[in-house]
Nanobody, 124 residues
Framework: QVQLVESGGGLVQAGGSLRLSCAAS????????MGWFRQVSGKEREFVAA????????RYADSVKGRFTISRDNAKNTVYLQMNSLKPEDTAVYYC?????????????????WGQGTQVTVSS
C-alpha cells in the first residue's frame, strides 16, 4: 500500500505564495512520475503539474505556467509545488498523485495513487 500525504495548504491573499509538499510512503512504493491536480467543488479534477521520475521533464497546465514550479526530492520521496502570484481562481483542493510510470503524465488515469488533498484558498 502507498500513502501520499499533502501539506502546506492554507489561506493567502492574491499575489502571495504557498508551497505544497507531498510525502510518499509504503512498502510497495517505488518512485515514478508524480503530479499535482486540483478540484473545485462541483467541477472535475484538473491537471496542474507533473514531474518525471528522474526530474528529467516537467509539464504544466497553461493556467499555471510561469507561476507554479514542481520539484521533487527522491531521497525523501517528496514532491513539492511552489505556487507564486496566486490568483483567486487558484482556489481549490490540491491533490498529490503518484504513478507507476516514469513519464510525466497529465491525465488522471495515468496515476495510481492519490493523497487526501489540501485546501488552498486565495482571497482577492
Amino acid at each position: 500500500q502507498v500513502q501520499l500525504v499533502e501539506s502546506g495548504g492554507g489561506l493567502v491573499q492574491a499575489g502571495g505564495s504557498l508551497r505544497l509538499s507531498c510525502a510518499a510512503s509504503g512498502r510497495t512504493f517505488s518512485p515514478g512520475a508524480m503530479g499535482w491536480f486540483r478540484q473545485v467543488s462541483g467541477k472535475e479534477r484538473e491537471f496542474v503539474a507533473a514531474i518525471s521520475m528522474r526530474y528529467v521533464s516537467t509539464r504544466y497546465a497553461d493556467s499555471v505556467k510561469g507561476r507554479f514550479t514542481i520539484s521533487r526530492d527522491n531521497a525523501k520521496n517528496t514532491v513539492y509545488l511552489q505556487m507564486n502570484s496566486l490568483k483567486p481562481e487558484d482556489t481549490a483542493v490540491y491533490y498529490c498523485a503518484a504513478a507507476k510510470t516514469r513519464v510525466a503524465v497529465t491525465s488522471l488515469q495515468g496515476y495510481d495513487y492519490w493523497g487526501q488533498g489540501t485546501q488552498v484558498t486565495v482571497s482577492s
